[in-house]
């Protein structure tokens, strides 16, 4: 099958807000590296769509988006049909579940699996 990737709107400014930080810390060739570096692994699913770290499953949550972690960031995506649909784009540090779920999804809700 022959895959294409879209990108989300949220996950482009994801990016944008990532490029900015590393750019103000680090400098814009540090900045500009990294980002390239996220975008090539991004590429990498029109080849390995499947690679999803299973990270959900560790709370025991069910839902279609898929994800794998790159350079501090987790990379969430959705397979629909011959397409790939990054969804966000998320530091590693960042509530994930919140983020992408909202205010429904409480502490309680949390698995206390390691």
């Not at 990294?34 to 690679?51: A, Q, S, T, V």
Request: hydrophobic residues 35%.
């Amino acid at each position: 099958m022959s895959w294409s990737v879209r990108i989300s709107s949220e996950a482009m400014a994801d990016l944008e807000s990532i490029k900015a930080y590393l750019s103000a810390q680090f400098g814009t060739d540090v900045s500009e590296r990294f980002i390239r570096d996220i975008m090539k692994d991004i590429k990498k699913l029109k080849d390995y769509p499947n690679i999803d770290i299973k990270l959900f499953e560790r709370f025991d949550i069910v839902t279609d988006y898929k994800c794998f972690y790159t350079h501090k960031n987790y990379v969430f995506y959705r397979i629909e049909g011959d397409k790939i649909n990054i969804i966000r784009v998320l530091d590693h540090r960042r509530d994930f579940l919140f983020t992408l779920f909202g205010p429904s999804m409480k502490e309680d809700d949390y698995s206390d699996e390691e």
